[in-house]
């Protein structure tokens, strides 16, 4: 079995020079999305060497590219430099509001700009990225498009935490059948425990979200993940815990890679 990664922040760490926990994958993430992060700020060389590294050799066999944070969109001429690297999703917002709309630390609904922007990508396939979104913001966007999904985040459920989303917002995913990532970062998953990160897993499955649930994992993207390992090691240990709860052969595809495949492949 392999893992599709639908979230993670290789192409950051190689704009700042840095070792990514990546280096030793040994082909256990066969295929990721590889995310080209705002980082809060409006750098346009940091960008650009993102880009970069996206040409370079990569430790993944099949890597996409996606944007996380549009905060340097200012028109609708910057849709051409969206196009250019035809990304598998954009998700509008980062951590701060914007002309798009609202954050989860900041929320507002959907914008009539990020409305009319959003809509151009849509139409293209490109799929819209709901996670670091608000309520507000969520709520407004999740009927607005067809191509919808949720990269990276946790179940708000279990471990309260902005980042988080609600039972409601699950179930909405659900309904629109939109794939949705669960990320190894303690801090949204609570503890360092496998078992906690089971705790999310089975929360999302006892909703009957069987068919849309995966890993956005955001490797490079936060300091610490769950397990006693590093980087895609820590697949490891998941299966294993896969294995330990008897979890069955086909229900242990989906959630590595099948799922997220059905998803971008609409």
């Excluded at 979230?7 to 070792?19: N, P, R, S, V």
């Excluded at 980082?39 to 940091?46: P, V, Y």
């Excluded at 490891?236 to 330990?244: T, V, W």
Aim: include cysteine.
């Amino acid at each position: 079995m392999y893992i599709f990664d639908a979230h993670c922040d290789y192409l950051w760490m190689k704009a700042l020079g840095e070792d990514s926990n990546l280096e030793n994958n040994n082909g256990k993430i066969e295929k990721s999305i590889f995310a080209v992060f705002e980082g809060g700020i409006s750098d346009d060389e940091l960008m650009k060497k993102q880009f970069d590294a996206f040409k370079k050799v990569k430790p993944v066999k099949k890597t996409f590219m996606a944007f996380e944070g549009l905060s340097w969109v200012k028109s609708l001429w910057d849709l051409e430099k969206i196009f250019k690297y035809n990304p598998v999703y954009v998700g509008p917002v980062w951590n701060n509001k914007n002309e798009f709309g609202g954050s989860c630390y900041n929320d507002g609904p959907l914008t009539i700009f990020g409305k009319c922007f959003l809509e151009e990508l849509d139409n293209k396939g490109i799929f819209i990225d709901l996670a670091h979104s608000g309520e507000e913001m969520f709520a407004s966007s999740i009927d607005s498009f067809k191509n919808v999904l949720y990269s990276h985040g946790n179940v708000f459920e279990v471990q309260t935490h902005p980042r988080n989303i609600k039972k409601h917002q699950i179930k909405k995913l659900i309904k629109r059948n939109c794939f949705m990532g669960l990320t190894l970062y303690t801090g949204f998953v609570g503890a360092k425990s496998i078992h906690k990160l089971f705790e999310h897993i089975e929360y999302v499955l006892d909703l009957g979200g069987e068919n849309i649930l995966g890993f956005g994992s955001d490797i490079d993207g936060c300091e610490n993940l769950v397990g006693t390992k590093t980087g895609a090691e820590v697949f490891d240990e998941i299966m294993e815990e896969f294995l330990k709860r008897n979890y069955k052969t086909g229900l242990i595809k989906k959630i590595l890679h099948l799922n997220l495949e059905k998803c971008i492949q609409k």
